[in-house]
C-alpha cells in the first residue's frame, strides 16, 4: 500500500488465519479489516517453521495478479515465535509461578480452600520444573 503516492509503502499489522506448509502459501487478516491479504512463502521475512495461525506479523501490501497480496512480512512486536515444534515463552521463576498460579486459581475456583491450592501449587510447580516453564 502506497502512500498518497510518495513511494513509501505502509506497513500493515494482521494475523495468520491459515497457512499451509506444503503448498506454500496462506492468508493474513488485516488488523484494520478488509478482504483477508494472500501469503507466499517467499514474501517471507521469518522461518516458514515460525508461521501459524493467529500468529501475528506486520507486512505490506501489494497488489497481485489475483489481488492484494503480503509482502515483506515478519513477526509483530507482540508476537510469540516458535522454535521449530516449541513454542518460546518467559521463564518465570518458581516464586513468580507460583503467585501467577494462586491468581487463576482464586479467580477460577473461588470455592477452594488454603490447603487444597497450596497442594495444587506444589503439583503444578512441580510440574513446571520438569518441562523448563520455571528456573530452578
Known amino acids: 500500500m502506497l502512500l498518497a503516492g510518495l513511494?513509501?509503502?505502509a506497513v500493515v499489522?494482521?494475523?495468520v488465519v491459515r497457512f499451509d506448509p506444503s503448498r506454500g502459501y496462506g492468508f493474513i487478516a488485516p488488523q484494520q479489516g478488509g478482504e483477508d491479504?494472500?501469503?507466499?512463502?517467499?514474501?517471507?521475512?521469518?522461518?516458514?517453521?515460525?508461521?501459524r495461525?493467529?500468529?501475528?506479523?506486520?507486512?505490506?501490501?501489494?497488489e497481485g495478479e489475483r489481488g492484494p497480496k503480503a509482502s515483506?512480512?515478519?513477526l509483530a512486536d507482540d508476537?510469540?515465535?516458535m522454535d521449530g515444534d516449541n513454542l518460546l515463552c518467559d521463564v518465570l521463576s518458581a516464586k513468580e509461578?507460583?503467585?501467577?498460579?494462586?491468581?487463576?486459581?482464586?479467580e477460577g475456583v473461588p470455592s477452594l480452600t488454603g490447603e487444597q491450592i497450596v497442594a495444587?501449587?506444589?503439583?503444578?510447580v512441580n510440574v513446571a520444573k520438569r518441562h523448563g516453564w520455571t528456573e530452578n
Open 120 to 124: 495444587i501449587r506444589r503439583v503444578l
Open 53 to 62: 495461525t493467529g500468529l501475528a506479523v506486520e507486512f505490506e501490501i501489494e
Open 72 to 74: 515483506a512480512v515478519r
Open 13 to 15: 499489522a494482521g494475523r
Open 97 to 106: 509461578y507460583t503467585r501467577e498460579v494462586t491468581e487463576v486459581l482464586l
Open 37 to 51: 491479504v494472500f501469503l507466499h512463502v517467499n514474501d517471507m521475512l521469518i522461518p516458514e517453521s515460525q508461521v
Open 79 to 81: 508476537a510469540v515465535p
Open 7 to 9: 513511494g513509501v509503502r
